[in-house]
């Protein structure tokens, strides 16, 4: 280690030695520990983290070569042929890009393509919203709902720290994990009444009255992941007036938009009741579901301010935020939300085939109470058609929800939720069999 090269030059193994002497009094010994004799990175002290409850399901469920085995743990739309769906209007929407020589492949800005910008906007608070006229909405392209989450949470980091954002208990798990990887405080507020198998309105209620004034409360907007419960509109007029008078900051998480009842207008009730209510808002937005782009990540971020002043200011800012995130987002699943949504014959078409699969997944639940009934299954499963959207929180205990898996083979998530997505024809009697032992026998 004390030759040189034909230069005079010490050899990097020598020079490796004595920056390590140097630095050894200031750096951790674990952190010397990771440079090998051979000067690569040793990284043997990383421990391997855990599977994704729902990815890692999804793992195991490849992995099976069992012939009944059935995927209900993931959240993506299946035909009833138990095969991925690219909408018609998809396809006709990419043809029209391809043919389109006025596309390029350069970058977006920061914030996105400003022209899909403003039609998810429309959709979002509605073609008459005041706020869209008075230019009050801020709105950022993102990468699906997960970034705008993502986006958000930075952005309430950094201008309003220390702010709790309040969560439903129970909720999509990512919602709590994003809040902890920004280093944003996040507090549980009641919402499943597990005896009844229905909304908690009056914990709910109790929680969101009894957090600090101008606290941040994320409310599922449409299909409540994973519970399938919503409030009806009268339950969200209450919720309103309780966030309105602590002045509450209410974060909708909107992934099921046209995806839940099947109509957009009635997916969005609640966020445009709000919003019209002038009660502060964010809004997640995302095209997976209702639009079946799940590769693509196409989302937005929404913020309303109090003028368009303060819209330019915050966008500026998140500009900035985006720029050391990820730079700016990707083209291809924005280009094709905004050909749908400006087109009003691929609009049309769209909203039929989100019906389409809508009423698919409300037959699946109807089919699937009935075959539970049939077989005398113990217990009430009326909620399996009173719940909405592609989840059903079925009840069904861990150790319950473990045997479905280790017995069965259906792949679903331990704390007992089924995507209905994954009930087909073809298997939803032997989901319901399956169902039946486990009640009687676990």
């Keep these: 280690t004390t030759k040189t090269d034909s230069g005079g030059n010490l050899t990097f193994r020598k020079m490796l030695s004595r920056t390590s002497s140097l630095i050894a009094g200031s750096v951790p010994r674990t952190a010397l520990r990771a440079l090998s004799v051979r000067g690569f990175a040793d990284w043997s002290h990383v421990p391997a983290a855990p599977l994704d409850p729902i990815l890692g399901m999804s793992q195991r469920f490849q992995a099976d070569t069992d012939p009944r085995k059935v995927n209900v743990s993931i959240g993506a739309y299946r035909t009833d042929e138990g095969k991925p769906l690219v909408l018609n209007v ?88 994003i809040m902890d990887q920004a280093g944003v405080p996040y507090k549980p507020y009641r919402y499943w009444d597990a005896e009844n198998r229905n909304l908690n309105l009056a914990g709910m209620l109790e929680d969101l009255g009894n957090a600090p004034e101008g606290s941040i409360i994320m409310l599922h907007a449409a299909a409540h992941n994973p519970t399938g419960v919503d409030p009806t509109k009268e339950q969200w007029d209450q919720i309103m007036e309780v966030c309105k008078s602590k002045k509450h900051i209410c974060w909708f998480d909107s992934a099921y938009q046209g995806f839940a009842t099947g109509c957009l ?168 069999a399956a169902i039946d032992d486990v009640v009687r026998n676990f």
């Design 265 to 432: 207008e009635k997916d969005a009730y609640a966020q445009r009741k709000f919003a019209d209510a002038g009660l502060s808002l964010f809004i997640s937005q995302s095209f997976a579901k209702n639009f079946g782009l799940y590769g693509e990540r196409v989302g937005t971020f929404n913020l309303t301010c109090g003028s368009a002043e303060e819209v330019k200011n915050v966008m500026s800012q998140m500009d900035i935020i985006i720029r050391n995130l990820y730079s700016n987002p990707p083209k291809h699943g924005a280009n094709i939300v905004k050909t749908v949504l400006s087109d009003p014959a691929l609009y049309q078409e769209w909203r039929d085939e989100l019906l389409a699969m809508s009423l698919r997944i409300q037959e699946m639940r109807k089919v699937l109470y009935d075959e539970l009934v049939r077989l005398e299954t113990p217990g009430s499963w009326t909620h399996i058609t009173s719940q909405i959207g592609m989840f059903s929180f079925t009840g069904l205990s861990p150790e319950q929800s473990k045997a479905m898996v280790e017995k069965h083979h259906i792949y679903m998530l331990g704390n007992g939720r089924v995507s209905m997505a994954g009930v087909t024809t073809g298997n939803v009697k032997y989901i319901a």
């Design 90 to 177: 998809i396809k006709k929407a990419e043809k029209l890009l391809l043919d389109n020589d006025s596309l390029n492949k350069e970058y977006l800005p920061q914030r996105g393509d400003v022209t899909y910008a403003q039609l998810c906007q429309k959709m979002l608070f509605g073609e008459d919203s005041a706020l869209l006229k008075e230019g009050r909405v801020a709105t950022a392209q993102t990468l699906s709902g997960t970034g705008a989450l993502r986006l958000g949470a930075e952005f309430v980091k950094r201008y309003a720290p220390g702010t709790a954002v309040y969560i439903s208990n129970p909720t999509w798990g990512t919602h709590n994990s």
